[in-house]
T-cell receptor, first 112, second 113 residues
Framework: DQQVKQNSPSLSVQEGRISILNCDYT??????FLWYKKYPAEGPTFLIS?????DKNEDGRFTVFLNKSAKHLSLHIVPSQPGDSAVYFC???????????FGQGTELSVKP | ETGVTQTPRHLVMGMTNKKSLKCEQH?????MYWYKQSAKKPLELMFV???????ENNSVPSRFSPECPNSSHLFLHLHTLQPEDSALYLC????????????FGQGTRLTVV
């Protein structure tokens, strides 16, 4: 029973363009959503989050959109930079904090 | 420096060996976690500790034995592992409460031969 799905295992974009990473979830009890970024041989690092009471959260080049009715969220990176090349994980959570459920990850490659 | 330190970074062990992974967090968090990442799979939650008490065990085989002596330290004791247990083992910590993110260590790359 996979509660979180990132259906695109990889994504390649040109430097300066927009990267859009998608995530679908099945459990309507999730009320807090996080994105993590992971470089090879390192642990994931927190990138951005959104509460279920919002539909958009922006932090610099990173924006996360949440569509609760569709149980879908997306991460937009614009403009994309080569240093953004990493694996991005979507991680819904419950409002009481703590345990995260991770998607399979999407490997983003930003080409100069 | 992420505040969560895991040792060793790499470990190769035989199927009859006993070894331990160590995790230490310097963030004052009260919850700690073990995750497993196998190739091409999502991160899988293995164990959760809150205030040193194990609150979750996600059907992990008994050849993996966690220990949390205090809220800053977490161990994963390994014995009689199988080659399919080879993976990246990640420790994380968080402050128990609403809308908090978890901080991860760099992981231990385990190879069972």
């Amino acid at each position: 029973d996979q509660q979180v799905k990132q259906n695109s295992p990889s994504l390649s974009v040109q430097e300066g363009r927009i990267s859009i990473l998608n995530c679908d979830y099945t459990n309507s009890m999730f009320d807090y959503f996080l994105w993590y970024k992971k470089y090879p041989a390192e642990g994931p690092t927190f990138l951005i989050s959104i509460s279920s009471i919002k539909d958009k959260n922006e932090d610099g080049r990173f924006t996360v959109f949440l569509n609760k009715s569709a149980k879908h969220l997306s991460l937009h990176i614009v403009p994309s930079q080569p240093g953004d090349s990493a694996v991005y994980f979507c991680a819904p959570a419950y409002n009481q904090g703590g345990k995260l459920i991770f998607g399979q990850g999407t490997e983003l490659s930003v080409k100069p | 420096e992420t505040g969560v330190t895991q040792t060793p970074r790499h470990l190769v062990m035989g199927m009859t060996n006993k070894k331990s992974l160590k995790c230490e967090q310097h963030l004052g968090h009260n919850a700690m976690y073990w995750y497993k990442q196998s190739a091409k799979k999502p991160l899988e939650l293995m164990f959760v500790y809150n205030f040193k008490e194990q609150t979750e065990n996600n059907s992990v085989p008994s050849r993996f034995s966690p220990e949390c002596p205090n809220s800053s330290h977490l161990f994963l004791h390994l014995h009689t592992l199988q080659p399919e247990d080879s993976a990246l083992y990640l420790c994380a910590s968080s402050q128990d409460g609403p809308r908090t993110e978890a901080f991860f260590g760099q992981g231990t790359r385990l190879t069972v031969v």
